[in-house]
């Protein structure tokens, strides 16, 4: 089955803790994306990355790192810098020069 | 800024009757305007994608158009059932740019 995995899905950690969520994807895609989604809110892009070892910052990557070592893989690190962390968090993939996006389950963190 | 809207207030209809949902957008005409579904807890998945050339675009129940000049995506769901129920959201891309942005979407609950 092709698709776009995130693991955990529920993830609970400590004020002052840095912790990776896990992206994987094996529909060969090349660009990969990381948004936050908040009650009331719509998606909002904290990292982006089109190419292996190449990134961007979205909108909101303040509090936020990612890597990109392979292409299947796009972990996102939410560092204690980040002030509010608790939300629902969405990995996405989409094909070169293709709009349309897949998404992966989320991982809903909560920060205590 | 771009920004693009989409009511906040949930949509209730009952079962059998179309469903029309709404986004608008402000300044550019967005090259592109997707929709996609998000159950509760469950990552968007896409539906339609219409450019901006293209005033209409179907896929079964489905139909989604494009107005320039009212600057307005409506989204139509025909013969709907409670298992339409679910948020559904717009994203717009610019031209030039593959990364979208992302309404905060609308509720519809589909009664029996």
């Known amino acids: 089955d092709g698709g776009i995995t995130q693991s955990p899905k529920y993830l609970f950690r400590k004020e002052g803790q840095n912790v990776t969520l896990s992206c994987e994807q094996n529909?060969?895609?090349?660009?990969m994306y990381w948004y936050r989604q908040d009650p009331g809110q719509g998606l909002r892009l904290i990292y982006y990355?089109?190419?292996?070892?190449?990134?961007q910052k979205g909108d909101i990557a303040e509090g936020y790192s990612v890597s990109r070592e392979k292409k299947e893989s796009f972990p996102l690190t939410v560092t204690s810098a980040q002030k509010n962390p608790t939300a629902f968090y969405l990995c996405a993939s989409s094909g070169q020069r293709e709009y349309e996006q897949f998404f992966g389950p989320g991982t809903r963190l909560t920060v205590l | 800024s771009q920004k693009i809207e989409q009511n906040s207030e949930a949509l209730n209809i009952q079962e059998g009757k179309t469903a029309t949902l709404t986004c608008n957008y402000t300044n550019y005409s967005p090259a592109y305007l997707q929709w996609y579904r998000q159950d509760p807890g469950r990552g968007p998945v896409f539906l339609l994608l219409?450019?901006?050339?293209?005033k209409e675009k179907r896929k079964e129940r489905l139909k989604v158009t494009f107005d320039t000049t009212l600057k307005q995506s409506l989204f139509h769901i025909t013969a709907s059932q409670p298992a339409d129920s679910a948020t559904y959201l717009c994203a717009q891309s610019l031209g030039g740019s593959y990364i979208p942005t992302f309404g905060r979407g609308t509720s519809l609950i589909v009664h029996p």
């Open positions: 529909l060969n895609h090349d660009a």
């Open positions: 990355s089109q190419i292996v070892n190449d990134f």
């Open positions: 219409i450019r901006e050339n293209e």
